[in-house]
C-alpha cells in the first residue's frame, strides 16, 4: 500500500506546477493549443481550420486560443499579452509564429524570442511548437526554411513547416492560389494547406485534408483532386528535415 501511495504522489507531481514535463494527450482527448503570432496566423482564422479539420476527420478534438494581432514580431508578443497568456493558460501546446524573418534583424528576433517563448511553454507543461511560413510571392523559399529551421533547433521547438507545404503544392501545381491579393498573406487554400500541415504535426499523424468544411460559419470547398495534393504536400514537409545553418549565422 505505502508504495502504491508513493507512485501515486509520484504521478501527481509529474503533472503539476510549474516545470512539469509536456504530455500531449491521446487522440481521444482535446488538445489545448496557444497558438501566438500576427496576421499570418489571424487571417482566415488558421486556428479555427485546424480545429475544423480535426472536428470532421475525427482524429481528436482542438480547443485554442489565439493571440495574433497584425504587425507584430515574437518580441512585440513576449512583452505584450501573450506571454501572460501562456503562463496563466492550461495549455497541451504553444504554436508560434513570427513573419519571414529572412532580413538578419528579422532572423535574430526569431531565434531569440522563439527560444524565450519554448522555455516559458516547457516551464509551464506544455510542448513548444514553431509554425514556418512562406516568403513572399516571388521570393524564394531557402531563406525562410533556414531561418525556422535554425529557429527550431535552437529552441528545442518542433518544426511545423507549413512553408515547405507551400513550397511543395506550388511545385506540383504553380497555379494554386495560396496567397491573397497582396502576395504576402494567405488566401483562404493557403491557410488550409498550413492549418492541414500543423494539424498533423501537432497530433503526429498523416496529413488528413478533408474537401469539404465550415469554418467560423462559412463554407470552405475544394476539389478532391486538389485535397489529395495538399495531403501529399503537407507529408512531404513533415517528412523533410532541412538542413539549418546556426542561429548565430546571419
Known amino acids: 500500500m505505502k508504495a502504491l501511495i508513493a507512485l501515486t ?3 501527481v507531481v509529474a ?3 510549474p516545470g512539469r514535463a509536456a504530455v500531449v494527450p491521446s487522440r481521444q482527448q482535446p488538445l489545448r493549443v496557444l497558438f501566438i503570432g500576427n496576421s ?3 487571417t482566415n482564422d488558421l486556428p479555427a481550420f485546424v480545429a475544423e479539420i480535426a472536428k470532421v476527420s475525427k482524429h481528436g478534438k482542438i480547443t485554442y486560443r489565439t493571440i495574433a494581432p497584425s504587425a507584430t514580431t515574437l518580441a512585440g508578443l513576449w512583452y505584450g499579452r501573450a506571454n501572460p497568456a501562456l503562463v496563466s493558460g492550461d495549455w497541451d501546446a ?3 509564429q513570427q513573419g519571414p524573418s529572412v532580413t538578419p534583424a528579422g532572423r535574430s528576433t526569431l531565434c531569440f524570442y522563439a527560444k524565450e517563448f ?3 511553454a516547457r516551464e509551464h507543461g506544455a510542448k513548444p511548437y514553431l509554425m514556418m511560413v512562406w516568403p513572399r510571392r516571388g521570393s524564394e523559399f531557402a531563406e525562410v526554411v533556414d531561418a525556422y529551421s535554425a529557429a527550431a533547433a535552437a529552441s528545442g ?3 511545423l513547416p507549413a512553408g515547405v507545404a507551400w513550397s511543395a503544392a506550388l511545385r506540383r501545381m504553380p497555379s494554386l492560389p495560396l496567397y491573397a491579393w497582396d502576395g504576402v498573406h494567405p488566401g483562404r487554400m493557403g491557410t488550409y494547406l498550413a492549418a492541414a500541415t500543423v494539424y498533423a504535426g501537432l ?5 488528413v485534408a478533408p474537401n469539404s468544411l465550415v469554418v467560423d460559419q462559412n463554407p470552405f470547398w ?3 483532386a486538389t485535397a489529395r495534393l495538399f495531403r501529399d504536400s503537407a507529408a512531404e514537409a513533415l517528412r523533410s528535415r532541412p538542413a539549418a545553418s546556426s542561429c548565430a549565422e546571419t
Do not use: C, E, F, W
Not at 497530433?203 to 496529413?207: G, L
Open 40 to 42: 499570418q496566423t489571424s
Open 203 to 207: 497530433r503526429k499523424i498523416p496529413p
Open 94 to 96: 504553444v504554436v508560434l
Open 118 to 120: 519554448a522555455d516559458a
Open 157 to 159: 521547438a518542433t518544426l
Open 15 to 17: 503533472v503539476a506546477g
Open 222 to 224: 475544394i476539389p478532391a
Open 9 to 11: 504522489l509520484l504521478a
